[in-house]
């Protein structure tokens, strides 16, 4: 490494140990941090050091503490930060004051989180650059009754989005004109207490679209690549549940063109470090509808099929390092190529017959699936663990990988049978449930699939 040597992990579960695990394999320090509910989290052991953050604070104002997360960086002499997702991952504000210290943010420059931080400003990014959007306002709107004219003009159905939205919240669905106010004041409600912004925007609703997305990566030497698609359609509540990559069904042609309309938006934006461009797509139709400037969730399943490590891609970018021949042992687009199919799945602490409702407690029993084939990616997942109902209840991630589809299939399947985890409920049977739907095998599936099929939640 080159001007990195010691990593503050900005955040918490599952990707901190993913992200400490990468600093580990290059040779870097790692510092956690860890709320009070927190004190007995794997992500603290994992660490070489880890202190205490925001006592006086929530549990999850402690992870969004800038000033006490920056303090401590500069107090323990590190190098940079790494967000993950979620929390602090898109901050302006704390990107900013990192890069007022001297100290490295794990990811885009400024700019970057601008453009993209909010969803009107990266669909106007989006425009400039070329891009196809899905028909919508013209910024923000201000009143319901734009609601209603945009309705009149464009006829319905209509989706009323939030303006800082993410993990599908503050998004109402409108059928018809009289269901206008009521989906309205939902939507600004739910904005406002989840996001602290009651901003919100409308789009043309697409039906049964697929929700395709391209990994991209950049470096500060001007080097921009796709490391293709996932395709992240089978969605509950506007959330993913079960990931893959490449996606089943798409047609080479079609593959081309959303790695070639990422490229031409990240191309635009000079973007740096790893991104995600969101389209939906609709027949022979896509449109643009976000950039995540940041590592996803679903990030494994890339990992699996190209090869290419997209963590230790962000730390070696964030330290100046070329993509080509530094980072990835090739020298151009063209060299890249996927091999096989991968699957993740997100095993989450929620109960599919109280609605999915959060569960929290001890984790009285624990088996973890392994064998060929089988990734995991874990926070909390052993004996004993307690599950505090302060934070995101993804536990696991299964990912799993083989050069045909139905034989990743086949090992997802198995491995969803081998786990098992006892004192708490989860959502496996439903993952299961999923992952040997008939429309699941043959992947073509919309937006709409869980919806769909209701004998999912049996
Ligand atoms: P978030 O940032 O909250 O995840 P996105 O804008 O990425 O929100 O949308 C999440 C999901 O909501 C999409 O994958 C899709 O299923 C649905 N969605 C969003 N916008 C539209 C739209 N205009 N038409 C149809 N579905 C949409």
Do not use: W
Request: aromatic residues 8%; glycine residues 8%; hydrophobic residues 35%.
């Amino acid at each position: 490494m080159n001007r990195i040597n010691k990593v503050l992990i900005a955040n918490r579960g599952e990707i901190a140990i993913r992200i400490i695990r990468a600093c580990q394999e290059v040779g870097i320090q790692t510092v956690a941090i860890y709320s009070k509910e927190d004190v007995g989290s794997l992500h603290r052991q994992k660490a070489d050091e880890s202190y205490l953050i925001g006592e006086s604070l929530s549990p999850t104002d402690a992870y969004l503490d800038i000033e006490g997360i920056i303090s401590l960086a500069k107090a323990k002499h590190v190098d940079a930060i790494h967000p993950g997702y979620g929390f602090l991952s898109e901050n302006e504000t704390f990107a900013r004051r990192c890069q007022e210290e001297g100290i490295i943010f794990v990811g885009p420059e400024l700019k970057h989180l601008d453009m993209f931080g909010n969803k009107t400003r990266a669909r106007e990014t989006a425009l400039a650059a070329g891009l196809r959007v899905v028909p919508g306002s013209e910024g923000k709107i201000s009143s319901l009754d734009e609601v209603l004219a945009f309705g009149e003009e464009h006829g319905y159905p209509l989706i009323i989005k939030a303006v800082s939205g993410g993990g599908g919240k503050g998004m109402r669905i409108v059928q018809a004109s009289e269901d206008v106010p009521e989906a309205y004041e939902r939507a600004r409600s739910e904005a406002l207490t989840s996001f602290g912004n009651d901003e919100l925007y409308i789009e043309r609703y697409i039906t049964n679209p697929k929700h395709i997305e391209v990994q991209i990566l950049g470096d500060t030497h001007g080097n921009i690549i796709h490391l293709y698609e996932r395709d992240c359609s089978i969605q509950r509540r506007h959330q993913k549940v079960v990931e893959v990559a490449p996606s089943f069904s798409l047609s080479d042609d079609m593959r081309q063109q959303l790695a070639g309309a990422a490229i031409q938006l990240m191309e635009y934006a000079e973007y740096v470090n790893a991104g995600t461009v969101e389209f939906l797509v609709s027949g022979d139709e896509f449109f643009f509808i976000e950039v995540n400037p940041r590592i996803q969730v679903e990030h494994t399943i890339t990992e699996l099929i190209t090869g290419v490590d997209l963590v230790k891609a962000q730390l070696l970018i964030a330290d100046g390092q070329n993509l080509f021949g530094e980072i990835i042992s090739i020298n151009s687009q063209e060299e890249i190529t996927t091999n096989g199919y991968a699957i993740q799945c997100r095993i989450t602490t929620e109960d599919p017959q109280n609605n999915f409702a959060p569960d929290s407690g001890t984790i009285i029993g624990y088996h973890s699936p392994g064998g060929a084939g089988v990734r995991l990616d874990a926070g909390d997942a052993y004996g004993g663990a307690v599950i505090t109902p302060y934070y995101d209840s993804l536990l696991v991630k299964i990912s799993t990988y083989a050069t045909t589809k139905d034989g990743t299939i086949d090992k997802m399947r198995r491995a969803l049978d081998e786990i098992s985890i006892v004192g708490l409920k989860t959502n496996i049977r439903f993952l299961q449930n999923i992952i040997q739907h008939p429309t699941f095998i043959v992947g073509d599936y919309s937006t709409t699939f869980i919806d769909d099929n209701q004998e999912l939640f049996d």
